[in-house]
Protein backbone atom coordinates (compact mmCIF):
# COMPACT_ATOMS: atom_id res chain seq x y z
CA UNK A 1 0.00 0.00 0.00
CA UNK A 2 1.15 3.26 -0.96
CA UNK A 3 2.23 5.38 2.12
CA UNK A 4 1.08 8.77 0.27
CA UNK A 5 -2.88 8.88 -0.37
CA UNK A 6 -2.74 12.04 -2.16
CA UNK A 7 0.41 14.55 -3.39
CA UNK A 8 -0.65 17.94 -3.57
CA UNK A 9 2.11 20.47 -5.46
CA UNK A 10 3.14 24.53 -5.43
CA UNK A 11 2.60 25.41 -9.36
CA UNK A 12 5.65 27.71 -10.26
CA UNK A 13 9.17 26.26 -9.51
CA UNK A 14 8.05 23.07 -8.15
CA UNK A 15 6.13 21.52 -11.60
CA UNK A 16 6.40 24.75 -13.70
CA UNK A 17 9.65 26.58 -15.14
CA UNK A 18 7.56 29.70 -15.18
CA UNK A 19 10.36 32.50 -15.14
CA UNK A 20 10.81 33.29 -19.05
CA UNK A 21 7.16 35.01 -18.97
CA UNK A 22 7.09 36.60 -15.75
CA UNK A 23 9.97 37.93 -15.94
CA UNK A 24 9.11 38.93 -19.67
CA UNK A 25 6.10 40.59 -17.99
CA UNK A 26 8.63 42.29 -15.52
CA UNK A 27 10.47 43.35 -18.18
CA UNK A 28 7.19 44.73 -20.41
CA UNK A 29 7.09 47.27 -17.36
CA UNK A 30 10.88 47.96 -17.52
CA UNK A 31 10.65 48.88 -21.68
CA UNK A 32 7.65 51.21 -20.59
CA UNK A 33 9.42 52.87 -18.70
CA UNK A 34 12.86 53.12 -20.84
CA UNK A 35 14.71 50.73 -18.74
CA UNK A 36 16.66 48.13 -20.05
CA UNK A 37 15.81 44.56 -19.59
CA UNK A 38 16.80 41.95 -16.94
CA UNK A 39 18.38 38.33 -17.57
CA UNK A 40 16.19 35.86 -16.33
CA UNK A 41 18.69 33.97 -14.52
CA UNK A 42 19.32 37.32 -12.34
CA UNK A 43 15.17 37.60 -11.70
CA UNK A 44 14.32 34.17 -11.18
CA UNK A 45 14.78 33.70 -7.61
CA UNK A 46 12.56 36.50 -7.00
CA UNK A 47 9.55 34.43 -9.03
CA UNK A 48 7.89 33.22 -6.27
CA UNK A 49 7.45 36.23 -4.70
CA UNK A 50 4.64 37.17 -7.22
CA UNK A 51 4.25 40.07 -8.95
CA UNK A 52 5.36 42.86 -5.75
CA UNK A 53 8.21 40.81 -5.42
CA UNK A 54 9.24 40.97 -8.90
CA UNK A 55 8.85 44.33 -8.93
CA UNK A 56 10.39 45.49 -5.86
CA UNK A 57 13.33 43.85 -7.16
CA UNK A 58 13.42 44.40 -10.75
CA UNK A 59 12.49 48.36 -10.54
CA UNK A 60 13.21 51.49 -9.24
CA UNK A 61 12.03 52.74 -6.04
CA UNK A 62 8.77 54.42 -6.29
CA UNK A 63 5.47 55.54 -3.70
CA UNK A 64 3.12 52.86 -3.43
CA UNK A 65 0.62 54.40 -6.00
CA UNK A 66 2.94 54.12 -8.75
CA UNK A 67 3.32 50.72 -7.43
CA UNK A 68 0.39 49.50 -7.83
CA UNK A 69 0.15 51.44 -11.42
CA UNK A 70 2.90 48.89 -12.60
CA UNK A 71 1.76 45.88 -10.84
CA UNK A 72 -1.49 46.42 -12.89
CA UNK A 73 0.48 46.69 -16.27
CA UNK A 74 2.85 43.76 -14.79
CA UNK A 75 -0.70 40.88 -14.36
CA UNK A 76 -2.37 42.79 -17.64
CA UNK A 77 0.37 41.55 -19.69
CA UNK A 78 1.00 38.36 -17.90
CA UNK A 79 -2.36 37.31 -17.99
CA UNK A 80 -1.91 37.82 -21.95
CA UNK A 81 1.50 35.83 -21.88
CA UNK A 82 1.53 33.13 -19.38
CA UNK A 83 2.84 30.39 -21.21
CA UNK A 84 4.87 31.67 -23.94
CA UNK A 85 7.85 30.31 -23.20
CA UNK A 86 6.95 28.43 -19.53
CA UNK A 87 6.87 25.16 -19.68
CA UNK A 88 6.50 21.92 -16.88
CA UNK A 89 10.12 21.20 -15.85
CA UNK A 90 11.82 17.86 -17.21
CA UNK A 91 10.49 14.97 -15.37
CA UNK A 92 7.22 16.34 -14.53
CA UNK A 93 5.21 15.08 -16.81
CA UNK A 94 6.59 11.70 -16.04
CA UNK A 95 5.87 11.95 -12.98
CA UNK A 96 2.21 13.15 -12.75
CA UNK A 97 1.41 9.91 -14.99
CA UNK A 98 3.16 7.46 -12.68
CA UNK A 99 0.76 8.95 -9.93
CA UNK A 100 -2.49 8.75 -11.97
CA UNK A 101 -1.13 5.34 -13.02
CA UNK A 102 -0.85 4.25 -8.86
CA UNK A 103 -4.65 5.77 -8.44
CA UNK A 104 -2.61 8.39 -5.91
CA UNK A 105 -4.83 11.66 -6.77
CA UNK A 106 -2.75 15.19 -7.17
CA UNK A 107 -3.61 18.36 -7.10
CA UNK A 108 -1.90 22.06 -7.11
CA UNK A 109 -2.40 24.75 -4.21
CA UNK A 110 -0.82 27.69 -5.65
CA UNK A 111 -0.72 31.93 -4.40
CA UNK A 112 -1.49 32.67 -8.31
CA UNK A 113 -4.72 34.17 -8.17
CA UNK A 114 -7.35 31.63 -10.01
CA UNK A 115 -7.86 33.74 -13.39
CA UNK A 116 -3.66 33.73 -13.61
CA UNK A 117 -3.91 29.55 -12.72
CA UNK A 118 -6.02 28.60 -14.51
CA UNK A 119 -5.12 29.32 -18.17
CA UNK A 120 -1.66 27.55 -17.23
CA UNK A 121 -3.18 24.45 -15.77
CA UNK A 122 -5.43 23.86 -19.36
CA UNK A 123 -2.25 25.11 -21.39
CA UNK A 124 -0.08 22.78 -20.08
CA UNK A 125 -2.83 20.12 -20.29
CA UNK A 126 -3.41 19.18 -16.75
CA UNK A 127 -6.81 19.45 -16.47
CA UNK A 128 -7.44 15.81 -17.10
CA UNK A 129 -5.45 14.46 -13.88
CA UNK A 130 -5.61 16.78 -11.64
CA UNK A 131 -7.80 16.52 -9.11
CA UNK A 132 -8.36 19.62 -7.35
CA UNK A 133 -6.63 23.79 -7.33
CA UNK A 134 -6.48 25.76 -4.77
CA UNK A 135 -5.60 29.10 -5.58
CA UNK A 136 -4.33 32.01 -3.79
CA UNK A 137 -7.91 33.84 -4.12
CA UNK A 138 -9.69 30.89 -3.29
CA UNK A 139 -9.99 31.61 0.41
CA UNK A 140 -9.19 34.24 2.20
CA UNK A 141 -5.91 32.86 3.70
CA UNK A 142 -2.96 31.98 1.43
CA UNK A 143 0.06 29.98 2.06
CA UNK A 144 2.19 29.97 4.66
CA UNK A 145 -1.17 29.92 6.63
CA UNK A 146 -2.32 25.73 6.23
CA UNK A 147 -5.83 26.85 5.29
CA UNK A 148 -5.28 26.07 1.49
CA UNK A 149 -3.56 22.93 2.12
CA UNK A 150 -6.29 22.10 4.23
CA UNK A 151 -8.78 22.42 1.74
CA UNK A 152 -7.14 20.96 -0.99
CA UNK A 153 -6.61 17.80 1.18
CA UNK A 154 -10.92 18.10 2.10
CA UNK A 155 -11.10 18.47 -1.72
CA UNK A 156 -9.65 15.20 -2.25
CA UNK A 157 -11.17 13.59 0.27
CA UNK A 158 -7.78 12.63 2.16
CA UNK A 159 -6.69 12.96 5.38
CA UNK A 160 -3.27 15.27 5.95
CA UNK A 161 -1.61 12.78 7.52
CA UNK A 162 -1.29 10.68 4.31
CA UNK A 163 -0.67 13.58 1.81
CA UNK A 164 2.93 14.62 0.81
CA UNK A 165 3.13 18.44 0.12
CA UNK A 166 5.15 19.64 -2.65
CA UNK A 167 6.83 23.21 -3.34
CA UNK A 168 9.84 25.50 -3.61
CA UNK A 169 9.39 28.12 -1.34
CA UNK A 170 9.91 28.35 2.42
CA UNK A 171 6.10 29.28 2.54
CA UNK A 172 5.78 25.99 1.02
CA UNK A 173 7.12 23.88 3.97
CA UNK A 174 5.33 25.70 6.38
CA UNK A 175 2.13 25.36 4.81
CA UNK A 176 2.46 21.78 4.79
CA UNK A 177 4.08 21.19 8.17
CA UNK A 178 0.71 23.65 9.45
CA UNK A 179 -1.83 21.29 7.88
CA UNK A 180 -0.22 17.91 8.96
CA UNK A 181 1.14 16.96 5.91
CA UNK A 182 4.63 15.37 5.34
CA UNK A 183 6.78 18.03 3.34
CA UNK A 184 9.13 17.58 0.39
CA UNK A 185 11.42 20.49 -0.45
CA UNK A 186 12.43 21.08 -4.23
CA UNK A 187 15.66 22.08 -4.66
CA UNK A 188 15.44 22.91 -8.16
CA UNK A 189 13.17 25.90 -8.13
CA UNK A 190 12.80 29.60 -7.43
CA UNK A 191 12.60 29.80 -3.70
CA UNK A 192 15.66 27.06 -2.66
CA UNK A 193 17.85 29.59 -1.72
CA UNK A 194 15.50 29.96 1.30
CA UNK A 195 15.18 26.29 2.34
CA UNK A 196 17.23 26.82 4.87
CA UNK A 197 14.22 27.43 7.98
CA UNK A 198 14.17 24.33 10.50
CA UNK A 199 10.69 23.18 8.93
CA UNK A 200 12.91 22.13 5.71
CA UNK A 201 15.01 19.48 8.13
CA UNK A 202 12.21 17.38 8.19
CA UNK A 203 11.19 17.40 4.52
CA UNK A 204 11.90 15.29 1.66
CA UNK A 205 14.49 17.21 -0.30
CA UNK A 206 14.26 16.83 -4.02
CA UNK A 207 16.92 17.67 -6.45
CA UNK A 208 14.46 16.18 -9.69
CA UNK A 209 10.58 15.41 -9.81
CA UNK A 210 12.34 11.90 -10.50
CA UNK A 211 13.54 11.82 -6.93
CA UNK A 212 9.81 12.28 -5.46
CA UNK A 213 8.89 8.58 -7.35
CA UNK A 214 11.48 6.89 -4.82
CA UNK A 215 9.45 8.25 -1.50
CA UNK A 216 6.38 6.88 -3.35
Same mark, same amino acid.
Given at each position: ? &?? +??????????????????? *???? #?? *??? =?? $??????? #???????????? $? /?? &??? @???????? /?????????????? &? =? +????? /? +?? $??? %??????????????????????????????? #???? =???????????? %???? !?????? !???? @??? *?????????????????????? $?????????? +?? =? #? %??????????????????? /????
Amino acid at each position: M &NK +YQAVLFDLDGTLLDSAPDL *VGSL #NW *VRR =SE $GLAPLPV #NDMSQYVSKGAL $G /LL &NAG @MPSVDPHM /LEIWKQRFLDHYAK &N =S +YKESR /L +YD $GVP %ELLDQLVSASIPWGVVTNKMKSLTSPIIEAA #NLQS =SIGCVVCGDTLE %ESKP !HPAPVL !HACQ @MLE *VSPAVTLFVGDDIRDIQAGRAA $GTDTAAIHYG +YG =S #N %ELSDPNVAASMHIYHPSDL /LEFL
